[in-house]
């Protein structure tokens, strides 16, 4: 099955600095992308994806880059704010076989004022 | 619109003791997902069900767990009898369609067996 390897495990960035998180996987099927961000309390959320036809995607100040021949994939944030703070997952799924999303392990990111 | 709605936010029991979690999907959504959340194993998809019938319940540890739909608007996680190591933030999540549509999570219950 697939197998997801997420770096850093934590952290930690000057606000206004930039913040990339690094997936990995094993799958070469795997063809959807996601990052969650979960803060405290609350259940993870999508905050941007990526399929495998592209190979970066932007919504302001995040963006998602994928390198299929490495098989691996990154989130880059920019022009960190406090609110940033908080535990990401990427995530990945094939749509051969089984279809599940695999998390990675998470990061904590933490912006320091 | 309410998001997906999950009861209890937090329960503590004791071993042994049954346990039921709630959840109540977004309306409209056809595919429903558990997971569960530990700082050793991370986040793992338990089962999922898909217009109301169980596609992939795979993740499921054992017999002490079985999930429910009855309709599409209420799903259950009951865990019998319950063991301390069962102790995580059980999550669920719901999607519009299918398990390859973007999944929108629940607040969690945080289930701690004594």
């Known amino acids: 099955g697939e197998n997801v390897e997420q770096h850093p495990s934590t952290l930690s960035v000057q606000e206004g600095d930039s913040a990339v998180i690094k997936c990995t996987y094993s799958d070469s099927a795997s063809n959807y992308f996601p990052w969650y961000k979960q803060e405290l309390g609350k259940g993870p959320q999508l905050i941007i994806d990526?399929?495998?036809?592209?190979g970066e995607k932007k919504d302001q100040r995040i963006a998602v880059t994928l390198n299929k021949t490495a098989k691996h994939f990154s989130l880059h944030i920019t022009e960190t704010q406090p609110e940033d703070s908080a535990v990401y997952f990427c995530?990945?799924?094939?749509?051969?076989?089984?279809?599940?999303?695999?998390f990675g392990t998470g990061t904590r990111l933490t912006i320091i004022p | 619109d309410a998001g997906v709605i999950q009861s209890p936010r937090h329960e503590v029991t004791e071993m042994g003791q049954e346990v039921t979690l709630r959840c109540k999907p977004i309306?409209?959504?056809?595919?429903l997902f558990w997971y569960r959340q530990t700082m050793m194993r991370g986040l793992e998809l338990l089962i999922y069900f898909n217009n109301n019938v169980p596609i992939d319940d795979s993740g499921m540890p054992e017999d002490r767990f079985s999930a429910k739909m009855p309709n599409a608007s209420f799903s259950t996680l009951k865990i019998q009898p319950s063991e301390p190591r069962d102790s995580a933030v059980y999550f669920c999540?719901?999607?519009?369609?299918?398990?390859?549509?973007?999944?929108?999570f629940g607040p969690g219950t945080r289930l701690t067996v004594l």
């Open positions: 999540a719901s999607s519009l369609r299918s398990v390859t549509d973007t999944q929108y």
């Open positions: 309306s409209g959504h056809n595919s």
């Open positions: 990526i399929r495998s036809n592209v």
């Open positions: 995530a990945a799924r094939s749509n051969f076989g089984n279809e599940k999303l695999t």
